[in-house]
C-alpha cells in the first residue's frame, strides 16, 4: 500500500466522552419510554433469552430445537434436556441472556471503541439463530435485523455508526434492567397460553419459592450490567488519559 493510500485512512472517531455516554444513557432511557420507539429494543432482548434458553442447553449438551419470537414480542424456545442441572441452566442463561447481551455491546463499544464490531457481532448472532427460527415471522424479523444492522456496520460512516452501537447498548442495558419483573411471576402468558414461568420452573427444579430464585437472578443480572457499564466507562477513561485523542 502507497504513502498517498495510507493518508487517505480516515482515523476511528475518539470515544465519547464520559458527560457524552451518560448523557446518552438519560436520552435513551427517556425515548424507551415512547412504545413505537422501543419495539427493536424489545425485539432484541426477547431474541437474546430466547437465545439464551437455547445456548444454555447447547453448552450442557441438550438440543437447541427452535426459537419463536411473536407479533407481541413474547417467545419460546424449545430446548431438549435429559436432567435437571441441564434444565435449570436453560432456564438460568435464558434469564440472564438480555443482560449478558448489553454488557457485551457496552465493552465492545465503551471499553474497546470497537462499534462497528459490535454491529457485526450483533448481526452474526441474529443470523445464526435462523437455524433455530420456527416460523415465518420469526424469520422475517431476525432477517430485517440482519440486514438493517449489515447495512449499518457496512455503509454507514464511523461517526454515526458510533453511535448507533451504543444506543444499541444502552438500550439493550436498560430494557435489561426495566424487564425484572418478569422474574417474580410464578406464571406466564405467551401467545394466549399460560406457562409456568422460568423463575417458576427453576423453583419447581431446586424447590423453593419461585420469587426467590426470580430475585435472586435479578440481582445476578444488575450485578452484571452495573459491572459492566462502570469498570466499561473507567477503562474508557484511563484510554483516554493514556492516549488522548
Not at 431438549?80 to 435449570?88: E, G, I, L, S, Y
Not at 470497537?114 to 420469526?138: H, K
Not at 456496520?153 to 438500550?171: D, E, S
Not at 420469587?211 to 483516554?240: C, H
Amino acid at each position: 500500500m502507497s504513502v498517498t493510500q495510507f493518508k487517505n485512512i480516515k482515523p476511528l472517531p475518539p470515544r465519547l466522552p464520559a458527560t457524552q455516554f451518560w448523557g446518552l444513557c438519560f436520552i435513551v432511557w427517556m425515548l424507551l419510554q415512547v412504545p413505537m420507539v422501543r419495539i427493536p429494543i424489545m425485539f432484541t432482548s426477547t431474541w437474546a433469552h430466547e437465545l439464551g434458553h437455547g445456548l444454555g442447553a447447547v453448552f450442557t449438551g441438550g438440543r437447541f430445537i427452535e426459537l419463536t419470537v411473536f407479533p407481541n414480542f413474547s417467545g419460546v424456545a424449545q430446548t431438549a434436556t435429559v436432567n435437571d442441572f441441564q434444565r435449570a441452566m436453560v432456564i438460568i442463561v435464558g434469564l440472564l441472556g438480555p443482560s449478558l447481551l448489553g454488557v457485551l455491546m457496552i465493552i465492545l463499544t465503551r471499553a474497546l471503541n470497537w462499534y462497528r464490531i459490535a454491529i457485526i457481532v450483533l448481526a452474526a448472532l441474529l443470523a445464526m439463530s435462523q437455524i433455530w427460527a420456527a416460523d415465518s415471522f420469526t424469520q422475517l424479523t431476525l432477517a430485517s435485523g440482519t440486514l438493517a444492522l449489515g447495512l449499518v456496520a457496512w455503509k454507514v460512516p464511523n461517526q454515526a455508526v458510533l453511535y448507533i452501537a451504543h444506543i444499541i447498548a444502552i438500550g439493550l442495558c436498560l430494557n435489561a434492567l426495566t424487564g425484572f419483573g418478569y422474574f417474580f411471576i410464578g406464571n406466564a402468558e405467551v401467545a394466549g397460553s399460560l406457562y409456568r414461568s422460568d423463575s417458576g420452573v427453576l423453583s419447581d427444579i431446586i424447590g423453593g419459592p419461585h420469587w426467590f430464585w426470580g430475585g435472586l437472578i435479578a440481582a445476578l443480572s444488575i450485578l452484571i450490567l452495573f459491572a459492566g457499564v462502570v469498570l466499561s466507562d473507567k477503562w474508557a477513561r484511563r484510554k483516554d488519559i493514556i492516549h488522548p485523542p
